[in-house]
């Protein structure tokens, strides 16, 4: 009988690190979307907030010809609030849109550390009409913290990117309210 309950604690810490990753990949794709659903933040807090989903060691990562020469490799939080500063501020031509769509997650863990592998696909719209869609293979780690669990090692690998038609959009959300206080 004991057995069986240490086999069901192992399997219920197992659960739990799936679950507290996915949540913190969320966060993460969350944070970098834009026009930022969380719209009382500023670009620092915004990026700083993202980097605090890291690990002190923590990686951001490009990798291949394109994201490798793009993004390069940054290290610690500060590096990565840096690194995305740079996305998150840049004018001329200014984002005004970018979700991330994830898909065909593979994931493993334990009760200390995982990884997975997902599909990602972003529309980046810039104020001046372009535009365009990009779709990469991420692998991401994680370890867990007395602080929860957080992101290890974070590799993103382009697999396209694809110019879309001048001002292809008919109608594009300008500040999101999702989470502003619903009427009562």
């Given at each position: 009988m004991?057995?069986?309950?240490?086999?069901?604690?192992?399997?219920?810490k197992v659960l739990r690190a799936e679950s507290a990753v996915r949540r913190v990949l969320g966060r993460y794709m969350f944070l970098c979307d834009s026009p930022l659903p969380a719209s009382d933040m500023s670009d620092e807090q915004r990026c700083k907030a993202i980097a605090d989903l890291f690990v002190e060691d923590g990686v951001w990562e490009g990798v291949g010809a394109a994201h490798g020469a793009q993004f390069g490799k940054k290290v610690g939080p500060e590096a990565i609030a840096a690194h995305m500063l740079t996305i998150y501020s840049a004018r001329n031509p200014r984002q005004i849109f970018n979700t991330h769509y994830l898909c065909t997650e593979s994931l493993t863990a334990s009760a200390e550390q995982a990884e997975g592998h997902w599909v990602q696909f972003q529309p980046w719209i810039y104020d001046d009409g372009t535009s365009i869609l990009r779709s990469s293979r991420l692998h991401v780690r994680f370890r867990d913290t007395t602080d929860g669990w957080r992101i290890a090692h974070y590799r993103t690998e382009n697999l396209f990117i694809a110019e879309l038609p001048h001002a292809w959009?008919?109608?594009l959300i300008a500040k999101s309210v999702l989470l502003q206080q619903e009427p009562r």
């Open positions: 004991q057995l069986q309950l240490d086999d069901l604690a192992v399997q219920v959009t008919s109608n």
